[in-house]
């Protein structure tokens, strides 16, 4: 199954993270199909940075989010969309 899920990029205690598109069965840090955006916890509020056209793309194909993900698509609006599409 593909998932939408977060790749840990930062150092030690200075998390950063890129949201990806990966096969569940790959590691944390492993193999990715395609990167479609970036979340940063350590700003005041934090950054969340997708694009919403490949986010909608994978979502319409398929792709189930993790939890974390889930609620950054939730906030931003685009699992709505996705669903919208789906349905049109």
Partial sequence: ???I????IGAKH???YRIVVADQRT???GKVIEEIGTYDPLQDP???K????SAVKWLRNG???SEAVAHMLNTRGITEKAKAAASA
Avoid: D, G, T, Y
């Avoid at 899920?5 to 840990?8: A, E, H, M």
């Avoid at 997708?50 to 056209?53: K, V």
């Fill in 46 to 48: 934090p950054e969340i």
């Fill in 1 to 3: 199954m593909v998932r």
């Fill in 27 to 29: 590691a944390r840090n």
């Fill in 14 to 16: 200075r998390p950063f």
């Fill in 5 to 8: 899920r977060l790749r840990r």
């Fill in 63 to 65: 792709a189930q989010p």
């Fill in 50 to 53: 997708i694009n919403e056209e």
